[in-house]
């Protein structure tokens, strides 16, 4: 499908709303140590990188987060040897159920956090967290809009610098000195240039009035129109709620020396609810969209 | 109005005398004595001169916040108020100044930030900033890349935009200091159609120092010239003549093949578009071989890969024996070139790994007009000079097979002849030079041979005489 991939959550709200949904999912994920408020929050981010990430590139992330994930898995019962059921012992080290459990538990926590934070790149985007500080810190704003221009751009001329070097074959470094001093030569060149450009940078400011306004005003790319204030009201009851249901049901539960039991499905509703949001937002967006 | 003659003065420069603070050493070093002159309101005028001859100390008096340092006297006027009483706000809505660089001049990272960023400094507020960026942005048909980073604009656009984002202040008086230097004759010419517009349909008086004057002269309704610390009015008509770039010293007879590309498939990234589809190309030691073609046509892309910066993903890219060893590549800005402090220390810095003599150098600078300027910083060189510098250091390395991405940037017509004699003399000797480029005239006067590149492929190549005799579209 053409569109997987490009469909942020959230889309047409105004950014404060699923800069408030990350934020409150993120807490809840790392706050709730239990395994099955873990276990909701790993399948609602997959979900959601799937929905608005697409399948290869969200494949492309497990390929790393799942090895990281087992190793820690499997790390933690060496460090702590604490449980009542005894898998295995390799030599001094006991390995026990419950110590397993606690770093897969650890493990998904971990991956369902990188997970969050993909998602939340992809519908947050730098414009849309500038206009979230845009109207209290101007200045602060744009300095970030600066930074952003400024290190792409300077990834981008090392890269052409380095290349003009390397295509003039007679001048080539031969030796690996000359390399190493080749390397040092293109941050040389690199911060001439910048040097150079910031100059004219300045004059342009100048030219445009810096400094002009004892206070600076911004661009308002997003209106918060009532729509968003009703989704943002909805996203912090439905975070609190969730946030309650997890911290009724991981205060209740010991991994050591047992494995508690756990509390009834219905105390995890207002958890799923939560992890779930924007890929049924997603999904009803695509099946309910009429041409 | 215009007939009863009482439309008002723009700017009036009154006994404008400059010299720049005396060097260590020496005396303050004049750059304008007594000028005086008068640009009328809604005019579209030209100030042309050599480089050096203080056509960009003259804009910046005339924008106090971007004066520089030294000693000036006489009064600058702008509408009837005196510039040095302006504030930085008022000078802002009062005067524009577009940059020659389209990259330096950026200050934000999107379009849209870029847009408003002379709004927000003078504290507009958001409705009406919103309704002065959609008024400007839809004049110059900026909406359709609005979202867009600055970084993935092409130097036009930038160009474009930096225009747009000063006229978004609504300023009456817009200056510009070589504002197509750096810009291919394509997007120079969207430019400038772009500030006729403003001049014509907005009424904006527009003031355009350059020193490549002749695409401008159509649009222009008056010129200046300044030289050796005057300034004084010229008419429009001579301005029209392009440089003549003199005539090769003897017809190239092509011999061994220097480059073929066959069958050449390319892209930067796995999910990238390709850039080149299917591209065979040939060109030959002795001969000046030409690419030509729109931006994102791949010649830049295929330069690099002759160079070696890159592999086809399909096909392959053979350099003649023997000349794997002297290949250079003359990249778009010749700033990826300079390291060193001085003109001198520059030519010299490859001295070590090239093993070039003492006497070359020497040379190379007088043959491309470097001599005097030997304890010159690179960056305080013109940005011909610059370009012609970066061509030295290239040449030095005696290169077989030399390639150049677009070499006339920002030339005027005297470096222009300097770099058409050094790639004839190239040629003759032997090696083989394949340049892209984006000026007729140049390709026409120059190369042996021209091919263009068109959908990711070579649409035709032939010699070049014939190949303009048989274009209608490619004229300079």
Not at chain 2, 220 to 236: D, F, I, M, S
Request: overall charge neutral.
């Amino acid at each position: 499908m053409a569109t997987t991939g490009t469909y942020p959550a959230f889309d047409g709200l105004h950014p404060v709303v699923p800069a408030a949904y990350f934020c409150g999912v993120i807490m809840v994920t790392m706050l709730a140590f239990q395994p099955v408020c873990v276990g909701i929050s790993l399948a609602g981010a997959l979900a959601c990188s799937l929905a608005q990430r697409g399948c290869a590139s969200t494949l492309r992330g497990l390929r790393w987060q799942l090895p990281v994930a087992l190793l820690v898995a499997l790390a933690n019962p060496l460090f702590s040897a604490s449980g009542s059921t005894l898998l295995l012992r390799l030599g001094p080290v006991a390995v026990y159920a419950e110590s397993l459990a606690y770093g897969a538990c650890m493990g998904s926590v971990l991956v369902a956090a990188v997970l969050w934070f993909e998602d939340a790149s992809r519908s947050l985007t730098s414009d849309k967290l500038m206009a979230l500080t845009g109207g209290a810190w101007p200045t602060v704003t744009l300095m970030a809009s600066m930074t952003a221009r400024l290190v792409p751009e300077l990834v981008r001329r090392g890269r052409e610098v380095s290349g003009a070097e390397s295509a003039c074959t007679a001048a080539r470094p031969s030796t690996a000195a000359g390399r190493a001093s080749s390397r040092i030569r293109t941050s040389g060149v690199l911060m001439g240039w910048s040097l150079e450009d910031s100059l004219v940078t300045a004059d342009s400011m100048r030219a445009r009035g810096w400094g002009a306004a004892e206070r600076r005003t911004s661009y308002r790319l997003y209106r918060f129109a009532d729509r968003d204030s009703a989704a943002l009201v909805g996203v912090v009851t439905l975070v609190a709620a969730a946030g309650v249901a997890a911290w009724i049901a991981s205060s209740g539960f010991r991994f050591y020396p047992v494995e508690t039991a756990l509390s009834p499905w219905w105390g995890y509703a207002p958890v799923a609810a939560l992890a779930f949001l924007p890929s049924a937002l997603a999904l009803g967006g695509r099946l309910g969209w009429r041409g | 109005m215009e007939g009863l003659g009482v439309r008002g003065k723009a700017l009036v420069m009154r006994d404008v005398s400059f010299s720049y603070p005396p060097a260590p050493g020496g005396g303050a070093v004049p750059v304008l004595e007594h000028v005086s002159l008068e640009v009328g309101e809604g005019a579209f005028c030209l100030l042309v001169g050599h480089t050096g001859s203080g056509k960009s100390t003259l804009l910046r008096l005339a924008k106090p916040e971007l004066a520089l340092a030294g000693e000036r006297g006489g009064a600058v006027e702008v509408f009837g108020r005196d510039v040095s009483r302006l504030s930085v706000g008022d000078s802002a809505r009062l005067v524009g100044f577009v940059f020659q660089d389209p990259d330096a001049q950026m200050v934000c990272d999107s379009v849209w930030h870029e847009m408003s960023f002379g709004l927000e400094s003078l504290g507009t507020p958001p409705p009406e900033m919103r309704r002065r960026v959609a008024e400007t942005c839809h004049f110059f048909g900026i909406e359709p890349w609005f979202g867009r980073d600055v970084a993935t604009l092409s130097g036009g656009q930038r160009q474009v935009l930096a225009l747009a984002s000063a006229l978004a202040m609504r300023p009456r008086l817009l200056l510009l200091d070589e504002p197509t230097s750096m810009l291919d004759p394509v997007a120079e010419k969207s430019f400038l159609h772009a500030l006729f517009r403003v001049n014509r349909e907005l009424g904006v008086t527009v003031v355009v120092a350059t020193h490549r004057p002749w695409p401008m002269v159509d649009y222009a309704t008056c010129a200046l010239e300044a030289g050796a610390g005057a300034v004084r009015e010229v008419a429009l008509g001579p301005l029209r003549a392009r440089p003549s770039l003199g005539v090769p010293p003897s017809p190239a007879v092509p011999d061994a093949e220097a480059v073929r590309a066959d069958d050449v498939w390319f892209r930067y990234s796995r999910d990238a578009p390709w850039v080149l589809r299917g591209c065979d190309l040939a060109a030959a030691c002795g001969s000046v071989h030409a690419l030509v073609g729109g931006n994102g046509s791949g010649k830049t892309t295929f330069l690099r890969l002759v160079a070696g910066l890159g592999r086809p993903s399909r096909g392959r890219v053979r350099v003649g024996s023997g000349l794997s060893a002297h290949v250079a590549l003359l990249p778009q800005d010749p700033k990826a070139l300079f390291v060193c402090d001085s003109v001198a220390a520059e030519l010299r810095e490859w001295q070590g790994r090239a093993g070039y003599p003492d006497e070359d150098v020497t040379d190379v600078a007088s043959r491309l007009g470097l001599s005097g300027l030997g304890a010159t910083h690179p960056y305080d060189l013109s940005g011909g000079q610059q370009q012609l510098l970066a061509l030295a250091k290239l040449l030095l390395t005696r290169p077989r097979l030399l390639l150049l991405d677009e070499p006339t940037k920002g030339l005027d017509a005297r470096a222009q002849a300097v770099l058409a004699d050094e790639l004839w003399r190239l040629a003759a000797s032997g090696a083989a030079v394949l340049m892209a480029s984006h000026d007729p005239n140049f390709v026409r006067q120059v190369a042996d041979v021209t091919s263009m590149l068109f959908d990711g492929g070579v649409a035709a190549t032939e010699k070049t005489p014939s190949f303009f005799e048989g274009s209608v579209f490619f004229r300079d």
